[in-house]
Nanobody, 121 residues
Framework: QVQLVESGGGLVQAGGSLRLSCAASGPTFSYVMGWFRQAPGKEREFVATMRGGSIYYSDSVSSRFTSSRDNAKNTLYLQMNSLKPEDTAVYYC?????????????????WGQGTQVTVYS
């Protein structure tokens, strides 16, 4: 069983930055970790995932967002720079078991409660 708790969301002006944290408990070493977001009225979408020693980003956030992991603290981070109003969403971290493809949202079996990010212009 893995528990995930996100924090760090808030209200920020366009062009600003935020750093989200995802504190994990349980055997996260057995899981691929990822970030997702869901904007009002839209489907949940992939943001970033850390898999096989590499980090993959969606095209909409690459070069602006950076995901990292502190294994000692069992915490995942998402540094978000040059934020845009279209980045406004609830951001979730999630865990996918190794052995799964981890290529679709349904592969991620554990989810945090989400943290709201609102970017105003």
């Amino acid at each position: 069983q893995v528990q995930l708790v996100e924090s760090g969301g808030g209200l920020v002006q366009a062009g600003g930055s935020l750093r989200l944290s995802c504190a994990a408990s349980g055997p996260t070493f057995s899981y691929v970790m990822g970030w997702f977001r869901q904007a009002p009225g839209k489907e949940r979408e992939f943001v970033a995932t850390m898999r096989g020693g590499s980090i993959y980003y969606s095209d909409s956030v690459s070069s602006r967002f950076t995901s990292s992991r502190d294994n000692a603290k069992n915490t995942l981070y998402l540094q978000m720079n040059s934020l845009k109003p279209e980045d406004t969403a609830v951001y979730y971290c999630a865990a996918c078991r190794y052995g799964s493809s981890c290529s679709t949202i349904s592969d991620y079996v554990y989810w945090g409660q989400g943290t709201q990010v609102t970017v105003y212009s």
